[in-house]
């Protein structure tokens, strides 16, 4: 991380917070660590001596992403990513703050790991790293983890991650007692016996590739279930990865009913479809699959009326020996972090998406659901900080990636728009050229 800690004045921005659903022309002032103010004129004249003046005409100035869902190598997969090279695809990226998942070797079950990953974090990684827990021990789902002490240990949240609890009186346990704890829990949702060995959505297109499919049933039935032991236990639930209009219709229903349910939904599945996979492109397999076009702008559509409240990378660096395999054996995953901005601005050029809509579901709500002091531009608030160039012009290039996989499924995309700088409690951690 750059040492210096100037006072910086983001001038002639214009401001987007979408934490006060605000979005104006003006400057933003950083010192100690801080944000100091946000409003039109502040000018040179009056800040610090020594303040760094940066001219952001035509620039977007907004709170640093919070990306809810990526997994990082550390402890035990370090050939696939570390903290240090997540963070600076974090910060490429404009995201501030990551939160790993627990899916490592050993598995984020116990206070110490997470401690560990916290520690590791601090000394390696250029932006935030927070750290989701095990929900059950070793991600087997027949027993729950000790949700007390690892929140108390600093777990933001708790999840199996790829995996689904299949066990509803284990699931219903642990919301029971994460009820207790205020703590969140984040589920993904797939039956494994439905989703059993297909490797892409179900239809039209995987019969005709010769490739077994993933009915969406398989999403909708799990999350069903989980909604209606929500219900039951009173508890924070968070759907890690909604991907088809069934799983919409089943959301909305527990939100009409008051519950305390919220979603997420991975740029990925926003901004392509199964058609992508096209000629068995295997940076295109995902878990959950690619899903139809109409699937793809109705959620979409949900995440503009706020249906879906966060927007997450589900960066996933899988190695060359695991994706240059036939389809059907190839692992399933995506890098996502770098792209995950650039991506949602496409949403935004193609009118889509409200800039304002896809901000606040990339910072804000991911902040205000883990209980976390970013994803605002408030005075006195942690300066993390994205500086956004909306219309740069650009071609993604893996081997230029900080990631260190390359499997991206915007390989030789053509993008407009990215991050410029991101500061992180008040350094600049990443200038483009």
């Known amino acids: 991380m750059l040492s210096d800690r100037r006072p910086i004045l983001l001038a002639n921005a214009r401001i987007v917070d979408p934490s006060r659903d605000l979005d104006f022309p003006g400057d933003l002032l950083i010192a100690d660590g801080v944000i100091r103010e946000a409003k039109r004129g502040i000018g040179a004249a009056g800040v610090p001596e020594g303040t760094e003046v940066v001219d952001c005409r035509g620039k977007i100035v907004a709170p640093g992403l919070i990306d ?27 995201v501030t703050t990551i939160i790993c998942q627990p899916d490592t070797s050993p598995t984020i079950d116990d206070p110490t790991i997470v401690d560990f990953v916290l520690r590791r974090a601090r000394d390696t990684a250029i932006v935030h790293v927070q750290t989701m827990a095990a929900l059950t ?31 509803a009186q284990v699931m219903r ?12 829990i984040v589920h993904h949702t797939e039956d494994p016996d439905l989703v059993g060995e297909g490797v892409m959505n179900a239809g039209e297109f995987a019969t005709r590739l010769g490739l077994s499919g993933v009915p969406s049933a398989a999403e909708t039935i799990m999350l ?3 909604l209606r032991l929500v219900s039951l236990t009173e508890s ?46 295997t940076f295109f397999k995902l878990s959950p699959p690619l899903r139809s076009e109409d699937d793809r702008r109705t959620l979409t559509a949900a995440l503009d009326e706020g249906l879906i409240d966060v927007v997450m990378s589900d960066h996933n660096p899988q190695d060359v020996e695991v994706k240059r395999l036939p389809f059907a054996e190839a ?11 650039p991506a949602g601005l496409r949403l935004v050029h193609n009118g889509e998406l409200k800039l304002l809509t896809l901000l606040k579901a990339m910072s804000t709500r991911p902040a205000e659901l883990l209980g976390l002091a970013g994803g605002t531009l408030r005075p006195g608030a942690p300066a993390d900080v ?19 996989c390359r499997n991206t499924p915007f390989d030789e995309a053509r993008m407009q728009g990215r991050a410029t700088r991101t500061i992180v409690a008040g350094r600049t951690v990443y200038e483009s050229l």
């Open 386 to 404: 994205v500086v956004i160039d909306p219309d740069v012009p650009w071609l993604v290039d893996p081997e230029q990636l900080k990631s260190k």
């Open 236 to 281: 924070r639930y968070h759907a890690a990865s909604v991907t088809c209009l069934g799983s919409l219709e089943v959301l909305r229903r527990a939100k009409d009913a008051g519950l305390a349910v919220t979603a997420s939904a991975s740029i990925n599945h926003l901004a392509l479809n199964e058609i992508d996979v096209g000629p068995y492109r």
């Open 173 to 184: 346990r642990a919301l029971t007692y994460a009820r207790d704890f205020d703590a969140l």
């Open 224 to 226: 069903e279930r989980d």
């Open 68 to 94: 809810m869902r990526a997994f990082v190598g550390e402890p035990g997969a370090e050939h696939r990513e570390t903290m240090a090279s997540a963070s600076q695809a974090a910060a490429a990226g404009g």
């Open 331 to 341: 692992a399933a995953g995506a890098i996502g972090i770098e792209t995950m901005l």
């Open 137 to 167: 021990k070793g991600l087997k789902g027949e027993e729950m983890s000790e949700l007390g002490l690892l929140k108390a240990a600093g777990a933001v949240a708790f999840t199996d991650g790829l995996k689904s609890v299949t066990n």
